[in-house]
């Protein structure tokens, strides 16, 4: 059971580092950014983009402001 739950960790904490990265490059964000949409704090924001896993929360919010935006990008090349 560790062995899956360790994967799990390891698969949230990919992705999380994925969405930050998404952010940054894709939609010119800076950590400050990042932490008013999320409401994470900056130096947490730094830590999981180190080497800090995250939270689920801290996951969750990333991963609905990344797609959102993505949405967002997407209506507006449609138009």
Not at 15 to 23: D, E, P, S, V
Not at 38 to 64: C, D, H, M, V, W
Request: avoid cysteine; charge should be positive.
């Amino acid at each position: 059971m560790d062995n899956k739950d360790n994967k799990d960790k390891s698969r949230i904490r990919t992705r999380t580092k994925r969405y930050i990265k998404q952010l940054i490059h894709n939609f010119r964000f800076t950590y400050e950014d990042m932490s008013k949409s999320s409401g994470i704090e900056i130096n947490r924001l730094k830590a999981i983009n180190k080497k800090e896993q995250p939270t689920f929360e801290e996951y969750i919010t990333l991963k609905k402001i990344a797609i959102e935006l993505s949405d967002e990008r997407g209506q507006d090349s449609a138009d």
